[in-house]
């Protein structure tokens, strides 16, 4: 991709729609399909969002969040 290209995708995203965000949709699909079986409350579909948007991280942290997500699960 160009810088053309790649400027063209930032005006799109900043004015007509923003590019969806599949970390958080994935996130909302697995709260509703567990919500039934809690035992509390449903759960929010932050906690499965593993990427902070904030900073950039490497594969392996990421990697090292998924399965302290799956370990937390695991304890519930």
Known sequence: ???REFSM?????RWF???DDSWLQSGMQISASLAPYSKHKAPDPEDFIPVDS??????TQVVDNLKGLAEALKKQ
């Not at 904030?54 to 594969?59: D, I």
């Open 1 to 3: 991709m160009d810088s």
């Open 9 to 13: 995708w930032i005006a799109y995203s």
């Open 17 to 19: 729609r923003p590019l």
């Open 54 to 59: 904030l900073k950039p991280q490497h594969k």
